[in-house]
């Protein structure tokens, strides 16, 4: 019986300075299984996973592969075991060809030479192996001419190429159509015959429960349970995931105040077609869809960070443009990007240094900073979305990733703007820090500060806004707005959409 | 589709075209330009940078580059002169090996102790150049080798020089070690993705390593050549040999970015300025003018290049 | 720990003070008045250069033109005080004979400000590498420097005013040092205490970042390089004031220099960090190490290889500190 499974994770603990990411997580793995990990962002479902890849040393806890214990430091270790991770972005040599991406670090050798490159063997095997998992792809084509579906099955095909005997895959739908998941999940159903087990971390419950043989979820750091396939219905999953039963969040009646901000025709060649929506006062508009619909790349085109094409755009009844941000910002629109780290935070800087950032912009003309006027208004509005700190002199890298995000909110009040676009304002954000950020928009929505929203968790953006503007593919195709709100009916019409375009 | 292929010609060999034509116009205005001793001269002189130059396109493809090149070359032709008393052998070998030495230790300090290869490189420069100026006691030193002579000067089949051959030689074997080694295309993955090529198991401190030493061995070889003609090294030789590599380099579509080109394309963008440069001489353009444009070049060339990335790149 | 925090954020300070005593007692005659202020002069030139390349560097970039921008000014503003054009390939047709005092001043101010312009525009606009554009500015204006003074050495005539910007003193202290502390604190304040020093430290920290807060990231940038440029022909100045000379390789190689002064006084090159201050401390501790081996006798082709190991070990230090602090 206990012989059965080919991995056992035993009371493994990891802190990160001063936060657990996980506090005693145990985690089995049967041969050709898929077993699907799913937790909320900060759960410990990916440091889970990077401890068994090597990315990261375990602090307490054991990992136990047939039976025997093993000792898993730094990614070879883990490559040794035949246990591979397929990672989102940064593993991949976008400039090489397919097969040496297939073999990288492994390149065939010929014989009698000593270091020469076989390269007839590496495509051949390339072939083979791209063969075994039925994909049509050329193994010499270069790795940037395919599309971001074709560049991940390459990566299910490095993966395979090896011994491979494990598969770990983190979100790996989230930049993929409805059609393109599909065909990983035959690429997954082929490894399963192979006898090769998966481990599928997915926020996405509605494929898990299609594809996982297993159920484990994660919360704040421990296992809450691990269910079997149809023993478990969608809502208690839920309810496992977020330690409590969701409550249907309660719609206020819509007085709808003045349009504050309307768009006609924002196209983004290939990406988006023709998008128009007008933005009231005080109310929270979020823009849905799954990835890949152009949510994300029409909140940027919209505040000047990706080229596009608008044909109206008004503010407070003027005509305006924007095309960098600091157009934005001179209209009262301030925006918070998807990412944290690349794209929004200052290492090195203070929290103040940080916080200040486009309330400096307003002192740009008197060209001298007063030390005091800018200690005060960050103070103001850091207290004012509650940044647990030491001191606002500290460095940056001191906050909790749930702490810097609430400061980079307090970086967009600083400038008390009329319009907020947040773009993803949860990513990568504990728990507890979600509920407070929440409450922070309601209460700028109720100030009158008009906002425009999108989030990776369709729930999140179906929970907060007041009106919602469905996508797929580039294009509107719902607008629903305060009861008709629902994560069921947003699911109901991708889904239509996705299915229609299948068909048509 | 002929049109097609047509312009795909233009495009991959676009290096290739525009020497053809700047020596077409030079052939009308400058007939002295198609003489032989004038083609070989040129010849001559592209085989000094295109041998460091292989070093650098190694290095650029690793996502590297190596500002101490010039001095490294001269340090070479220094200590080839200071040990020729113990034979022309001994001389050649020690220079080679010096030049190797510090090459190395820039990718010790780049790979290892990871100081970023600007001040590695720039501070391996200015020690070196320091060096030479100890060891040549700030003056010109020259030294006198019939048989290194008669390789400087002499031909293969009574036509082509011999250092032309060498460079040659080097350029085919090191783009065959570059396309069809391992090592070589282990070198690309590197410069594509450091951490992955890392997480994959490549030994990238290994490689840039090796990148650094390649380099310092072939500046060794340039300065035994240059040593071969000119017979002598001072501290002041050597300063614009960083500008013409590089640009070079980068002129050949190697881009700064690293994962991409060919020793092959190098060469076409060392040509290339090697031909610029004999048509400056021989429309009597003043040696500072020509550093002139020699540098508003290198800004023009980094321009495109970078504007290129940009354009791929922008998200 | 305290200490060491104060150890840690002060280190080159630290440094200084010990092989200031230990050259004190050791060196002969360095620590007498003239010697030190000696190094105080010997530092200011450079140090003006030293302070205005901080800022570029502190932004993210480097500026490798520095030093021609100097040669290029030197040879400008003596081509413009001197009676004798014939040396030079100016050719002046109405005031020829006539020094011109106005030009002389202005001229290269606006050479090293156009110089920082373009590499500002170039770098900016296309998110170039600075090291190997500004690589290629160093050619092409010494170029430029050694076309106008025609590959030789130029002389200049006495002239009262430029005199007085060599010679003046103040307490036995020439004036211009005085000048370069002065440049230092201005530019300190405009780091600390303004809008543009404080998006010269985000666009440092992260680009990305600050073009997504609409930080206005080009015109910030080519400002840095324009001060960089402007610094440069301001050190020139005051040179040819001192030395009444000037050639197309005058200020060969101080771009090493000040970027060595720069790190050494623990200005990232990765940007985000650093103060004028700081490289301030870099510049004089790089002159008294140098002034030491002179007093030494160490020959002068030494004080290369010092250079190289001296930045080479600041690097080492810095990277070894931060590790520890991570």
Known sequence: MAGEALLRMREVRKTFGGTVALSGVDFDLNPGEVHAIIGENGAGKSTLMKILCGVYPMDGGSILVEGEPVRIQLPKDALALGINMIHQEFANFSKLSVAENVFVGRLPRKAGFPLALDSRDLLLRTAEVLGRLRLPIDPGARLDSLSVAQQQLVEVAKALSANLRILIMDEATSSLNLRESEQLFATIEALKVEGISVVYISHRLKEVMDIADRITVLRDGANVGTFPRGHIEEAAIIEAMLGRRLRAAVKKAATRGPTVFSVTGLSIPGKVRNLSFELHRGEILGITGLSGSGKELAIRGLYGLWPSRIERMECNGEQVSISHPSDGLSLGITYLAEERKNMSVFPQLTIRENASVLWMRSVWRRFVVSRRREREASLQSLRRVNVKMAGAESPVDSLSGGNQQKMLLARLLMVQPEIVILNDPTRGVDVGSKQEIYQIIYQLAREGVSIIMTSSEIPEVTALADRVIVMSKGHKIAELSDAEVTTDNVLALVTQAAAADEHG | ?315 | MKLQNLLRREAILAVFIVLFVICSFFVPSFFTARNLINILKQSAIIGLVVAGLTITVIAGNVDLSVGSVVSFAAVIALTYTHADLSQTNISMTAQEGRPLLALAFSLPFLMGAAVGLINGLIISRFQANSVIITLGALSAVRGGALLVAGGKVIYGVKNPVFAALGQAQLFTIPVYVFIFVAACIVLELLLRRTSFGRYVYLIGANLKAAIIAGVPVARVQILTFVISGLMAAFAALILVARLNTASGLIGNGWEFDAVTAVVIGGTSLLGGRGSVIKSFQGAILVTMIINAMVLLNIPSSYQYVAKALIILTAVLIDIRTRREAA
Request: hydrophobic share 55%; aromatic share 8%.
């Open chain 2, 1 to 315: 589709m002929n049109g097609r292929r047509f312009r795909a010609i233009i495009r991959d060999q676009k290096i290739l075209l525009i020497i053809l034509a700047i020596a077409l116009v030079l052939a009308v205005v400058r007939p002295v330009f198609i003489s032989a001793e004038n083609l070989f001269n040129i010849l001559f002189q592209v085989s000094i940078t295109s041998i460091i130059g292989i070093g650098m396109t190694f290095l650029m493809i690793g996502a590297d580059f190596d500002l101490s090149v010039g001095s490294n070359m001269v340090f070479a032709t220094t200590v080839a002169i200071l040990l020729q008393g113990s034979g022309l052998g001994a001389g050649i070998a020690a220079a080679i090996l010096a030049s190797t030495v510090a090459g190395f230790l820039n990718g010790v300090f780049v790979a290892k102790l990871r100081i970023n290869s600007f001040i590695s490189t720039l501070s391996m420069m200015i020690f070196l150049r320091g060096l030479v100026l100890i060891l040549t006691n700030k003056q010109t030193i020259s030294g006198s080798s019939d048989a290194l002579f008669s390789f400087g000067y002499g031909n293969l089949f009574g036509v082509i020089p011999y250092p032309v051959v060498l460079a040659a030689a080097l350029l085919v074997l090191f783009a065959l070690v570059l396309a069809r080694t391992v090592l070589g295309r282990n070198l690309y993955a590197v410069g594509c993705n450091e951490k992955a090529a890392r997480m994959f198991g490549i030994d990238v401190a290994g490689l840039k390593i090796f990148a650094f030493s390649l380099t310092g061995f072939l500046c060794g070889a340039s300065g035994i050549v240059l040593l071969s003609r000119l017979n002598s090294a001072s501290g002041t030789y050597g300063i614009d040999t960083n500008l013409d590599v590089i640009s070079g380099v980068l002129l050949g579509g190697i881009s700064l970015s690293g994962g991409e080109g060919s020793i092959f394309k190098a060469f076409q963008g060392i040509l290339l300025l090697g031909v610029l440069s004999n048509a400056m001489i021989l429309l009597h353009v003043t040696p500072y003018l020509q550093q002139v444009i020699k540098g508003l070049m290198l800004m023009t060339v980094v321009s495109l290049d970078s504007y290129q990335a940009k354009a791929a790149a922008f998200r």
